[in-house]
């Protein structure tokens, strides 16, 4: 069974000074908190901040992975702002794909997202796949599936936790891979998504850029485990 991910995904925040503000704060803690050996911490940062988190995480050996937040559709070569998933693979494990801001903001399209799961994939990069209903495509070379309902993110109206597990439950029943739940999760409502049965993590955006807020959430999971 592939671990069960608390996803911290910070979209477009925090300079390289702030993250080393976090990432200190968080590593005193976790230094002192024993982590379930079934969950993995998995933090997507902006690409400016994976160099200075990658070498800190090594030095101080955190059991916190780094993922991308987006992989560019194509391989090296002529395509001015794309970071390639060549380049990610010497800093993440992991990458987001088809996040419904990328969507929307950005208008990726389906066949750019299973082309950049692909691209993703043959790097040996791990595929968080972002869908937002329990009717959605999955690419294939995607390896987790995140169920985030658009009202939810953002918002502070997290979606009851019931529901969520239904649709998780659907879309791991049709496609046999993991799914985490993304939207309004924060330290008061995290255990809850992850005490359901079909649940398999948890992807937090804005409760994540605080490190006291991010800890008091990798404690309530690891003392439920
Ligand atoms: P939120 O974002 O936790 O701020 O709702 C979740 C996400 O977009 O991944």
């Known amino acids: 069974m592939l671990p ?3 996803v911290a995904n910070w979209k477009s925040n925090k300079t390289i000074e702030e993250a080393r503000v976090w990432i200190e704060f968080v ?3 976790l230094s002192t908190l024993r982590l379930p050996d079934d969950i993995r911490i998995v933090l997507c940062p902006p690409f400016t901040t994976l160099p200075l988190l990658k070498d800190y995480i090594v030095r101080e050996h955190l059991p916190i992975a780094l993922g ?5 559709p194509f391989g090296k070569g ?3 702002g794309e970071v390639n998933a060549d380049m990610l693979k010497e800093l993440v494990t992991f990458a987001l794909v088809g996040h419904s801001e990328r969507r929307k ?9 299973a082309f950049e799961s692909l691209q993703a994939r043959e790097a040996g990069i791990s595929v968080i796949y972002c869908v937002d209903n329990a009717d959605a495509v999955v690419s294939d070379a995607a390896e987790y599936i995140a169920y985030e309902p658009v009202a939810a ?3 502070g109206q997290s979606e009851d936790p019931q529901k969520a597990n239904s649709v998780c439950e659907t879309l791991y029943k049709r496609y046999d891979k993991p799914v985490c739940y993304g939207g309004s999760v924060d330290e008061t409502n995290c ?10 993590g948890l992807l937090v955006g804005g409760a994540s850029l605080d490190a006291e807020r991010f800890c008091s959430m990798v404690e309530a999971i690891s003392s439920q485990a």
């Open 4 to 6: 069960r991910l608390l």
């Open 27 to 29: 590593s005193q803690h």
């Open 68 to 72: 991308a937040q987006d992989v560019s």
């Open 78 to 80: 002529a395509y001015t």
């Open 105 to 113: 903001y950005f208008q990726e399209t389906e066949e750019e997202l």
């Open 153 to 155: 993110i953002g918002s």
């Open 191 to 200: 255990a809850l998504y992850m005490n359901t049965a079909c649940i398999h």
